[in-house]
């Protein structure tokens, strides 16, 4: 039940996110978007192995967020060097 309501509330953060991406007037705004959208992904998976209780996705949910952390730093110093 509580895994049920815990996937609910990301997708509702997911679909959030997800218009923030189309709708941000701003690349910083949509780089947020998008790297709270790969959380609500992380979030998710790690939700479904504790609600199976099987581990089969946790590389592929490591793998997500090292990729996400990644590609927040390099789209960051883009931003960063591109406004001096």
């Known amino acids: 039940m509580i895994g ?3 996937m609910a509330m ?3 953060a ?3 996110f997800a218009a923030r991406l189309v709708l941000g007037p701003t690349i910083p705004d949509r780089l947020l978007a ?3 959208l790969l959380l609500c992904v ?3 998976l790690g939700a479904q ?3 199976g209780g099987t581990t089969v996705v946790a590389g ?3 793998a997500i967020a090292v990729v996400a952390f990644v590609g927040a ?3 960051a110093r883009f931003i960063e060097r591109r406004g001096a």
């Open 4 to 6: 049920l309501a815990a």
């Open 10 to 12: 990301l997708g509702v």
């Open 14 to 16: 997911a679909v959030c």
């Open 34 to 36: 998008l790297d709270g």
């Open 42 to 44: 992380v979030g998710g």
């Open 49 to 51: 192995i504790a609600r």
């Open 60 to 62: 592929v949910m490591v």
């Open 73 to 75: 730093a390099m789209a």
